[in-house]
């Protein structure tokens, strides 16, 4: 089933819960509506079951105009967030309470009852657990076992408004692989609704990012991530450092805060002997020298003018174009040792959380402003990074929103 959504607005009073929002999704293809809470996401995919009449716009179902068509003649499955189960019958009842419902006349023999539920009971690895009650079954199963009776009906299209909200982290997950798995078995349309942009990335083809009522950006996990087209999606997808910078009369982005600290110009002899003598061998020493030759000290000061090229100096603030820069944890570079060719930021590491492939740093900057750094649990390792270190980091990839 394919689902074009049209000029959709809805009002409730004043408020504007959708604005203008179109959208197409195709047969097959597994979207992820995400947003903050408020978003309008329940409410777009209550108007699209039928659940919710738009004020205007339309919902056009396989190609036909849906915005008459009735809840039930729309054949959609759904699970929620609490989707209560029947607690007086077994899982086995449960998943086949929408088939034995049906008139008479469309109703299958129950034989025929009994080998649909059965094999949705096995698709949901619940076969075993056909004559317990709900009281009986964990958070995980009973979703499951919802998910199960939502699609005894063989509905065209599944709608899912945070199925997996109620349950913890770490059967989230399970159930996200889980249902990731079963849709590339079966191949519904289907529309999933969450807050949670990890959960959104991991299970959906697509994602539409939400925010007040309107979509920010539609695109595939990899194209919100990696190319937002605002500030909005960036921030909503994840952790991220932000700097003031300017943007310099060749067009580069350079941080123009106050504590950033660039290698100033040294006393020729000394530049030369750090960069290509032996010193440059021996990083500690070329730091001590920094450290106790005047004019090669790393500038901590918070007045920041630097020598520009004509000689003249100027604070960075003022040197070009301000911009906002931005950096994800993964994407700082971090080192005991500053090179003379980047723009650095002394901090000291108040904490470190070493679980997992990389290790999470929690860094200070002289005014306060913590920033986060996730680098290798082996180059941790290597530079011995403590907590308490005096380290220096830089952006190695910007984004910049103007
Ligand atoms: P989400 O699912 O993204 O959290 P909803 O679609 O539930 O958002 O709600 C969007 C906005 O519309 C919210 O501010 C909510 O309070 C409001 N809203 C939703 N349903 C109603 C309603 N029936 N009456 C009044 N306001 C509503
Ligand atoms: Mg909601």
């Known amino acids: 089933m394919t689902i074009e959504v049209k000029n959709i607005g809805k009002q409730f009073g004043d408020f504007s819960a959708l604005k203008d929002i179109n959208l197409r999704v195709e047969k097959g293809e597994l979207v992820a509506l995400l947003g903050p809470s408020g978003s309008g996401k329940t409410t777009l995919l209550r108007i699209i079951a039928g659940l919710e009449s738009p004020d205007s716009g339309s919902v056009i179902i396989d190609g036909f105009e849906a915005n008459q068509m009735h809840v039930k003649e729309r054949n959609v499955g759904f699970v929620f967030q609490h989707y209560a189960l029947f607690k007086h019958m077994t899982v086995f009842d449960n998943v086949a309470f929408g088939l034995k419902v049906r008139p008479k006349a469309v109703r299958l023999p129950m034989h025929e009852i009994r080998e649909r539920v059965m094999a949705l009971l096995s698709l949901v690895h619940l076969d075993k657990f056909h004559d317990r009650y709900p009281s009986q079954l964990s958070g995980g199963q009973r979703q499951r076992v919802a998910l199960a009776r939502s699609l005894a009906v063989e509905p065209k299209l599944l709608l899912l408004d945070e199925p997996f909200g109620a349950l913890d982290a770490k059967v989230r997950g399970e159930l996200r692989r889980w249902l990731r798995r079963l849709h590339d078995d079966i191949h519904i349309t289907s529309i999933f609704v969450t807050h949670d942009q990890e959960e959104a ?24 991530y990696h190319q937002p087209s605002n500030g909005f999606v960036y921030d909503f997808l994840g952790n991220y450092n932000e700097f003031a910078g300017f943007r310099d009369d060749h067009g580069q982005v350079q941080l123009a805060e106050d504590d950033v600290w660039e290698a100033p110009p040294a006393p020729p002899s000394l530049v030369s002997n750090i960069r290509s003598g032996w010193l440059s061998r021996y990083p500690e020493i070329t730091q001590a020298i920094r450290r106790v030759v005047p004019g090669v000290a790393p500038s901590l000061k918070t007045e920041a003018v630097t020598a520009t090229k004509s000689g003249a100096k100027k604070p960075r603030s003022m040197r070009g174009t301000p911009v906002r820069v931005f950096a994800r944890p993964h994407e700082m570079f971090v080192t005991k040792t500053p090179d003379e060719d980047h723009q650095y930021i002394p901090v000291k590491v108040v904490h470190i959380n070493p679980a997992g492939a990389l290790a999470k740093l929690e860094m200070e900057r002289s005014g306060g402003v913590v920033l986060q750094a996730d680098i290798p649990k082996s180059i941790l390792d290597s530079l011995s990074i403590r907590r308490g270190d005096q380290v220096f980091v830089r952006p190695k990839n910007v984004r910049v929103f103007e």
């Open 201 to 224: 990335m991991e299970v959906s083809d697509r994602v539409v990012v939400m925010n007040h009522g309107k979509i920010e950006q539609v695109g595939t996990p990899e194209q919100v």
